[in-house]
């Protein structure tokens, strides 16, 4: 039979050259010129970093991409960013509703405060979306505010696992003297009912985040509670040991915290 009798083997034929083809790679998109074709190659790229980012494979990094403001921005404020944070919720719901809750109050669920029940978004909007150093006097003038929004999907999920008799500890990296603008905005953001909020304590600053949070899991054990699910937006929210019996990460493109 000769090669390339019809058509569709020709055109079959071109586009394995053309893949194979380094020219053709993402490498060469990302670096292609602003105007005709750059946004898309910028586009293109800010995607797949957000992905390294959310897989853990970016790192420890500080600001998001100059390129990507806009398109973290679009995210953050867009109906994409709360179709993933569903997908997340009911996967997690998923997996609470096979877990057995013995009803000796010590079935936990552990859940994260910033960028995972509550949105700094509003904040953000005016601190370039991660795209700025993250200044640290600013951001704790906005949490003394009390006026984050609850994440739409983790009220939803933090509801339905109340109702499926799980005690709800919130670990958080807020400091202990933020503890009553935090409770406060937690009831207007309508969470409520609570075992216990976690914050860092004296001792406890200078500790990386995943040093932080074991520790306070591995306290939670040491008094008998079951750690079942794990939801925070960092990766140092669920890395460490002891860790849950699942955890979940909530997408968070605008910074990153070791």
């Known amino acids: 039979m000769e090669p390339f009798?019809?058509?569709?083997?020709?055109?079959?034929?071109?586009?394995?050259?053309?893949?194979?083809?380094?020219?053709?790679?993402?490498?060469?998109?990302?670096?292609?010129?602003?105007?005709?074709?750059?946004?898309?190659?910028?586009?293109?790229?800010?995607?797949?970093?957000?992905?390294?980012?959310?897989?853990?494979?970016?790192?420890?990094?500080?600001?998001?991409?100059?390129?990507?403001?806009?398109?973290?921005?679009?995210?953050?404020?867009?109906?994409?960013?709360?179709?993933?944070?569903?997908?997340?919720?009911?996967?997690?719901?998923?997996?609470?509703?096979?877990?057995?809750?013995?009803?000796?109050?010590?079935?936990?669920?552990?859940?994260?405060?910033?960028?995972?029940?509550?949105?700094?978004?509003?904040?953000?909007?005016?601190?370039?979306?991660?795209?700025?150093?993250f200044n640290e006097t600013s951001f704790d003038e906005w949490v003394d505010l009390a006026r984050a929004p609850a994440l739409p999907a983790s009220l939803r999920l933090y509801d339905r696992l109340l109702g499926l008799g799980f005690q709800i500890v919130l670990l958080t990296g807020r400091s202990e003297i933020q503890r009553n603008a935090t409770e406060k905005n937690l009831l207007l953001a309508g969470y409520h009912s609570w075992e216990r909020i976690i914050l860092r304590q004296a001792s406890d600053f200078g500790k990386p985040a995943v040093l932080y949070k074991s520790e306070r899991r591995a306290a939670l054990e040491a008094e008998g509670f079951r750690i079942h699910g794990n939801s925070g937006d960092q990766w140092s929210d669920l890395l460490g040991t002891p860790m849950a019996d699942r955890s979940f990460k909530l997408p968070n493109p605008m910074y990153y915290i070791k």
């Open 5 to 133: 009798r019809s058509l569709p083997f020709l055109l079959l034929y071109v586009l394995a050259i053309a893949s194979a083809d380094p020219s053709h790679s993402l490498l060469r998109m990302r670096n292609a010129p602003a105007g005709a074709g750059g946004a898309a190659a910028d586009g293109l790229f800010c995607d797949s970093w957000r992905l390294s980012v959310e897989t853990n494979n970016a790192g420890n990094w500080r600001t998001i991409p100059p390129k990507c403001l806009e398109i973290v921005a679009e995210y953050v404020n867009g109906d994409r960013y709360l179709s993933d944070s569903d997908i997340i919720a009911v996967d997690s719901l998923s997996f609470a509703e096979t877990v057995r809750i013995v009803g000796d109050r010590k079935d936990v669920w552990v859940l994260d405060i910033d960028e995972t029940l509550l949105s700094n978004v509003p904040y953000y909007a005016v601190h370039g979306f991660g795209s700025e150093a």
